[in-house]
């Protein structure tokens, strides 16, 4: 490679009792697809960070065409030629496309200048994006579009982009890869980080490794497998998650013409839902984001209750019962978003584990709580998730996105649910700490739980569904057996052609 466009240097930043990066150094050339991996709380989100200008290293360089690269804040980065699209969109729902993006940038033109500009860049790099529409009215995948356009209107030399694909439809993520390749092919560099090492294999030229915030080995990913990376990544060699033999039992939950409300004006009306779940099975549900998988999530949790007579677990009537209702026989829940949703950001691990594990752990008793429980029961949820953290007295918001996730898990999981409702349970982990993950839902079905689990991982849904279904504004299609159904017969079924044939059901 010719003098790199962005070099770094023994980079390191440390926090109270951890070293986030130690001595990282690695350059990314014009024009290349650079990925950067590494198991969840291995630093990639604090190098990215210090590049764009959020953090402050404690030592080591940086250089961008060989001049010394030291941004103070975001907006430096950008003027310097660096773009970010983060894993969790910054938009506002209210708003515009050409209003969200004029908020992003320094010095917008007027909103019709700006609209043309949003037009055509978009209808250049294949993101069609109409400037006039409403955020809350587009998919995810178009919300990703609207942050894409917003960082290509800067005309950056460097594109950092954070789990892009983990809310696209295989179809997206297509049209995403053709537009980076042509970024590529104009010179634009781009740091790439991801979790699915297939999609690391068919975009990148080169990968760098981190482990414990260290550097710990490169390869090109076209001639590296998947496995191998994910070996290189966690520095052990991976299992295969496994289930033990176990036939489907009683009737646990039944839906019965499930309906429900939009809960905003932004959200999806649940139409006339129909199954039955059965202990020791699990049920994948799949489908595009935003057609209905929280608002399902929210009506058997109990958030959002529903009217009698169109859920019951087992022979209990249970439509109007709130979630701690619920959870007290046996139904749990873990919903998508996990910070501020699932877990509360700046309370400790220890009162995150009482908010839902008080009744079924007994961390409380006639009204006093017991946190010296509720303290042990968060440090054996640590354990066996293999939650990286300080402890028990961390707050939510210092882990990693991976990090809280398995702690979340953990959390339900522990507390032995009857049937346990759980929306992209690995969202956001490394390979290692999916297959763990998968690896709990798998033994919970098999000693008697019945499982619904939500996902937008297709491969996730189909190496651990007994029956698969899908989401399509709203409306189930009739599961039917996992084993054997096509990638064909999966698109349509998520692109909402309910009428399809049930037989292998």
């Known amino acids: 490679m010719t003098t790199p466009l962005l070099s770094l240097s023994a980079l390191t930043k440390a926090y109270p009792g951890v070293v ?9 050339g014009a024009g290349q697809v650079h990925a950067l991996l590494g198991e969840n709380g291995a630093g990639k989100s604090t190098l990215v960070k210090m590049i764009y200008g959020l953090v402050k290293p404690d030592a080591g360089t ?36 050409a209003e969200n993006i004029a908020l992003g940038m320094e010095n917008a033109p007027k909103l019709g200048a700006l609209s043309a500009q949003i037009t055509a860049v978009s209808e250049s790099y294949g993101l069609p994006l109409s400037p006039d529409r409403i955020v809350g009215d587009l998919s995810a995948g178009e919300r990703q579009r ?21 809310v696209l439809t295989p179809q997206e993520v297509e049209i995403l890869f053709k537009t980076l390749r042509k970024l590529s092919a104009e010179g634009t560099a781009i740091l790439y980080i991801s979790h699915k090492l297939e999609e690391i294999r068919t975009l990148c030229d080169h990968a760098t490794i981190l482990r414990l ?7 090109t990913p ?29 009737v646990m939950l039944t839906l019965s013409g499930l309906k429900a409300p939009a809960p905003n004006m932004f959200g999806i009306s649940l139409k006339d839902i129909s199954m039955e779940l ?30 009698a007579g169109m859920l019951r677990f087992k022979d209990t009537d249970i439509g109007p019962l709130g979630p701690k209702a619920r959870r007290a026989i046996g139904l749990l ?5 996990r910070m501020g949703h699932a877990a509360a950001p700046d309370m400790s691990l220890t009162e995150n584990a009482m908010l839902t594990g008080a009744t079924r752990m007994q961390l409380q008793n006639s009204g006093f709580l017991n946190w010296p429980a509720a303290t042990r029961f968060a440090e054996r949820v640590i354990a066996q998730f293999d939650v990286r953290t300080s402890g028990p007295a961390a707050a939510a918001r210092s882990l990693s996105g991976g990090n809280l996730q398995k702690f979340v898990i953990g959390r339900e999981v522990m507390q032995k649910p009857e049937v346990f409702v759980v929306n992209q349970p690995t969202w956001g982990v490394d390979a290692s700490a999916a297959a763990a993950i998968r690896q709990a839902l798998l033994d919970m079905a098999s000693e008697g739980a019945a499982l619904i689990v939500i996902s937008q991982d297709l491969d996730e849904l189909m ?28 698109g349509l079924m998520m692109g909402g052609a309910h009428d399809m044939e049930v037989a292998h059901a």
């Not at 915030?213 to 390869?219: N, R, T």
């Not at 191998?228 to 489907?248: C, H, I, N, Y």
């Open 20 to 28: 986030a990066n130690d001595s990282v150094s690695l350059d990314i």
């Open 62 to 97: 940086m250089q961008m065409n060989g001049a010394p690269f030291t941004p103070s804040e975001p907006r430096a980065a950008r003027a310097a030629g660096v773009g970010m699209v983060f894993q969790h969109f910054s938009l506002f729902d209210a708003m515009t496309v």
């Open 146 to 166: 609207v942050e894409i356009i917003r960082c290509l209107l800067q005309e950056p030399k460097l594109l950092i982009m954070d789990e892009p694909t983990s």
């Open 213 to 219: 915030g260290k550097v710990v080995g490169e390869c």
């Open 222 to 250: 076209r001639e590296t497998t998947a496995r191998d990376m994910a070996e290189m990544m966690v520095g052990k060699l991976l299992s295969t998650p496994t289930r033990a033999g176990q036939t489907a039992g009683d």
């Open 278 to 307: 059965r202990a020791g099975e699990i049920l994948g549900i799949g489908g595009v984001a935003g057609n209905g998988q929280d608002e399902l999530l929210a009506a058997l949790s109990g958030e959002r209750p529903v009217a």
């Open 333 to 337: 829940a873990a919903p998508e978003e």
């Open 463 to 490: 190496e651990i569904s007994d029956r698969f279904a899908a989401l399509n504004e709203g409306r189930l299609t009739p599961p039917r057996a996992a084993q054997g159904i096509t990638v064909e017969e999966i």
